[in-house]
C-alpha cells in the first residue's frame, strides 16, 4: 500500500489540503490602514465584524478526508480512480465557494480595497496536481494488471 507512488500523491494532497484549512488565503487591505479583513477557510475577519464561511472550510476538509479513505481502495483501482477524480471535483468547487463568499463580501465593502494573496491560496493548486498525479499513476496500475491478465 505505502510502497505506491500514488499512495504518496493522495497523502500529499490530504495533507496540503488541510494545511489549507489553517492558513490564511487573502488579506483585504483598504487606504490607510494595513489590514482591513483576512480570509482563511474559517471565515473573513475585520476588526468589527465576522462573516464564516461554512461552505469553504466544508470543501476544504473534504478535500482533506477523501484522499485519506482512498489510500486505503487500493485493491479496487477503478473505485480509487472515481474517488480521486471526484477529489479533484471538490478542490475545484472549493475555488468556486471561496470565490463566492468573497464576491458576496466585497460588495458589502463600499471603500477601495487591495487584494493580498496569502500562501494557503495556492496549496489546493498543488493538492490538485499531486491527485492528478495520483490518478495517472493509479491507471497506470490498471494498465499494468489488464496486461498482466491477458498472459495468463
Do not use: H
Not at 466544508?58 to 486505503?72: H, Q, R, S
Not at 468556486?96 to 493548486?125: C, E, H, M, R, W
Request: hydrophobic share 55%.
Amino acid at each position: 500500500m505505502i510502497q505506491r507512488i500514488q499512495t504518496i500523491f493522495l497523502l500529499l494532497t490530504a495533507i496540503l489540503m488541510g494545511a489549507t484549512v489553517l492558513c490564511p488565503l487573502l488579506e483585504i487591505s483598504g487606504e490607510g490602514v494595513k489590514v482591513v479583513s483576512s480570509f482563511d477557510s474559517f471565515g473573513i475577519f475585520s476588526s468589527a465584524t465576522e462573516y464564516p464561511t461554512w461552505g469553504v472550510l466544508t470543501f476544504a476538509i473534504i478535500g482533506t478526508v477523501l484522499p485519506l479513505i482512498n489510500i486505503f481502495f487500493y485493491k479496487k483501482r477503478k473505485l480509487q480512480i472515481s474517488i480521486a477524480i471526484i477529489t479533484a471535483l471538490i478542490i475545484a468547487i472549493y475555488y468556486v465557494t471561496a470565490l463566492t463568499y468573497l464576491s458576496a463580501f466585497l460588495d458589502k465593502i463600499n471603500d477601495s480595497y487591495a487584494l493580498n494573496l496569502q500562501f494557503g491560496i495556492i496549496l489546493p493548486v498543488v493538492a490538485l496536481v499531486f491527485d492528478l498525479l495520483a490518478i495517472n499513476r493509479i491507471k497506470k496500475d490498471e494498465r499494468l494488471i489488464k496486461s498482466l491478465d491477458r498472459i495468463r
